[in-house]
Each structure stands twice: as structure tokens, then as C-alpha cells.
Nanobody, 124 residues
Framework: QVHLVDSGGGLVQAGGSLRLSCTPS????????MAWFRQAPGKEREFVAA????????SYADSVKGRFTISRDYAKNTVYLQMNSLKPEDAAAYYC?????????????????WGQGTQVTVSS
């Protein structure tokens, strides 16, 4: 059983930056794939980015490539999402997710563990 806590959301102007954090209850993610999803009102949950905890390889949704960076810190056992050049369409509740099988992908149902969500609001 894994408990994820995501945080770092807030209100920013378009063009601004935020860094989200995700920390687990355990000591290590092992071979997990860690990911960020987002969900805006009236929309389905959308894949944002993923990272292999052990290898560090990453993938991104086309809508955030070049603006967002997912990373992990072994010492702090934490996954981050650095969001730069934020746009109003980035506004959503952002959720950290974990796939203990190490498969990952862009489909939300592949992930077994989820954070509670952290709200990102972007003003024009």
C-alpha cells in the first residue's frame, strides 16, 4: 500500500511558474513509474508527464513539452513537476500517480496509487 501526498499548487499569472511535489509514505519508489495527471472542470483526467524512478527516463504530453519538467530526487524520495510559461489552459487539479508495475503510460487506469490533488489556477 502506497500513500502519495502532492502539493505546490497555487494561483499564478499566465507566463508564471510553479513547482509541484509528490512524496510517498514509503522509503522508495523502487521500479515504479511516477506520473502527473490533471483534470479541469468538465474534462477527463489528462496525462501530463511520467518518469521511471530508477532510470529517470521521461515522457510528456505534447501540450506541455518544452514548458514542464518532471524529475525525481532520490535523497528526498520526491517527484517534482516544474511548470514554466503557464497558460490559462493549464489550470486544473493536478494529481500525482504511481504504477508499481513499472509500466506507466498515459492512461489513468494503469496507475494504482494517487495523491489527493493540488489546484493550479492560471489567470490571464
Amino acid at each position: 500500500q502506497v500513500h502519495l501526498v502532492d502539493s505546490g499548487g497555487g494561483l499564478v499569472q499566465a507566463g508564471g511558474s510553479l513547482r509541484l511535489s509528490c512524496t510517498p509514505s514509503g522509503r522508495t519508489f523502487g521500479g515504479y513509474v511516477m506520473a502527473w495527471f490533471r483534470q479541469a472542470p468538465g474534462k477527463e483526467r489528462e496525462f501530463v508527464a511520467a518518469i521511471l524512478w530508477s532510470g529517470g527516463s521521461t515522457s510528456y504530453a505534447d501540450s506541455v513539452k518544452g514548458r514542464f519538467t518532471i524529475s525525481r530526487d532520490y535523497a528526498k524520495n520526491t517527484v517534482y513537476l516544474q511548470m514554466n510559461s503557464l497558460k490559462p489552459e493549464d489550470a486544473a487539479a493536478y494529481y500525482c500517480a504511481a504504477d508499481p508495475r513499472g509500466v506507466g503510460g498515459s492512461t489513468a487506469r494503469r496507475y494504482d496509487y494517487w495523491g489527493q490533488g493540488t489546484q493550479v489556477t492560471v489567470s490571464s
